[in-house]
């Protein structure tokens, strides 16, 4: 157990639709990252906050949002869905702003019919 | 810009040692490895930074060239849990971190 937490596990839902999930990192970590991962595919980075502020920007489509609260936990938004965006999606955190261990959370499969 | 880990899959019997290769054509400021398991998170193995030491717990080690950009993933005497997918992950500038596409790791008795 890594210490961070995703929900919900899995989210089945129709193009067109929007979609939220939800990531709490690890006590005392600040920074939380989003990664994407299709089948066969590897991990893509979405984007980074760092104490509530957003640090880095990845393959992060425009129908795709983030934030982090105050409580440090955070929210990906997905709207428009497609088709292609069924997949599993990370969340990580780690202590410091770039150069650390990311603690990974067990991730929300997305399935969009 | 991604880096380029090869094999992109290799399959061992027990005992047997592996290198993973990573490399980019970036100059790099550290060099991270994770090991991810089918339908589980990616667990951190280590990180190599620039100017730093060959790193290493129990029978998996890994380098650091910073002339030549690569860092290779050495296993040894691998075990039936070493089977996984492997990324390894690069920092350059002031870039987060890009995983590359991995390399299936198969460890069969």
């Known amino acids: 157990d890594s210490g961070v937490t995703q929900t919900p596990k899995h989210l089945i839902t129709a193009t067109g639709q929007r979609v939220t999930l939800r990531c709490s990192p690890r006590?005392?970590?600040?920074?939380v990252y989003w990664y994407q991962q299709s089948l066969d595919q590897g991990l893509q980075f979405l984007i980074q906050y760092y104490n509530g502020e957003e640090r880095a920007k990845g393959n992060i489509l425009e129908r795709f949002s983030a934030q982090q609260f105050p409580d440090l936990h955070s929210e990906l938004n997905l709207s428009s869905l497609e088709l292609g965006d069924s997949a599993l999606y990370f969340c990580a955190s780690s202590a410091a702003r770039r150069i650390d261990e990311q603690f990974f959370g067990p991730g929300t499969r997305l399935t969009v019919l | 810009q991604q880096p380029v880990q090869s094999p992109q899959a290799v399959i061992l019997r027990e005992g047997e040692d592996a290198v993973i290769n990573c490399s980019s054509s970036k100059a790099l400021y550290s060099v991270h490895w994770y090991r991810q398991k089918h339908g589980e998170a990616p667990i951190f193995l280590m990180i190599l930074l620039k100017g730093g030491e060959q790193k290493g717990h129990d029978k998996i080690s890994a380098s650091f060239n910073e002339k030549k950009q690569q860092s290779s993933l050495y296993l040894t005497a691998s075990q039936l849990s070493y089977s996984g997918t492997y990324f390894c992950?690069?920092?350059?500038?002031?870039?987060?971190?890009?995983f590359g596409k991995g390399t299936r790791l198969s460890v069969i008795a």
């Open positions: 006590s005392g970590d600040l920074s």
């Open positions: 992950g690069t920092v350059s500038g002031n870039t987060p971190l890009v």
